[in-house]
T-cell receptor
């Protein structure tokens, strides 16, 4: 049973460019959340998708957007990249019910130069 | 919104020493509590979780945590660490019905053989 898979694992982009990161949730999971983990910090919640809609959003600008597909996989898009967007981006999947745990992927390391 | 505090961000100890990592959260309502571990080069993995019931929770690899509601704390303990416990440890919290996680900044633990 595959866990959460993310692609690509590493990415280097230039300031001002746009990037798309991808996530496939664990089998049986229908909810996908995205987190940003800056160096030396804990993961920060970006947003969560369920039934192909953004259900919750953290304190991130509109440059960060996402999508969920009918097969529950998800994309994170970041426009107009800033140097400060350099971070590890984590995808987590879970079931849509109370008292459940999130399973994390290995993340995509984004470097903006 | 919930917030989580972890202190002593860098911990260095010898094998067989005891480990205790502190976690305090700020949220007035009922919470779910988690400890995640990130071994070098690996994804975030769940060590243990608390939803309700016995406040002393046992997790994988000999770890345990105690929920003290009056102190808003969920400290992690292991009586005797091994070199393989070298990792970063994150405390996280969410509210029931809302599986958006708030993480602390993490504890980098290094165990010297």
């Amino acid at each position: 049973d595959a866990g959460v898979t993310q692609s690509p694992t590493h990415l280097i982009k230039t300031r001002g460019q746009q990037v798309t990161l991808r996530c496939s949730p664990k089998s049986g999971h229908d909810t996908v959340s995205w987190y940003q983990q800056a160096l030396g910090q804990g993961p920060q919640f970006i947003f969560q998708y369920y039934e192909e809609e953004e259900r919750q959003r953290g304190n991130f600008p509109d440059r960060f957007s996402g999508h969920q597909f009918p097969n529950y996989s998800s994309e994170l898009n970041v426009n107009a990249l800033l140097l400060g967007d350099s971070a590890l981006y984590l995808c987590a999947s879970s079931e849509n019910r109370d008292n459940t745990e999130a399973f994390f992927g290995q993340g995509t390391r984004l470097t903006v130069v | 919104a919930q917030s989580v505090s972890q202190h002593n961000h860098h911990v260095i100890l010898s094998e067989a020493a005891s480990l205790e990592l502190g976690c305090n959260y700020s949220y007035g309502g009922t919470v779910n509590l988690f400890w995640y571990v990130q071994y070098p080069g690996q994804h975030l993995q769940l060590l243990l979780k608390y939803f309700s019931g016995d406040p002393l929770v046992k997790g994988i690899k000999g770890f345990e945590a105690e929920f003290i509601k009056s102190k808003f704390s969920f400290n992690l303990r292991k009586p005797s660490v091994q070199w393989s416990d070298t990792a970063e440890y994150f405390c996280a919290v969410n509210a029931p019905g809302n599986n958006r996680l708030a993480f602390g900044k993490g504890n980098q633990v290094v165990v010297i053989p």
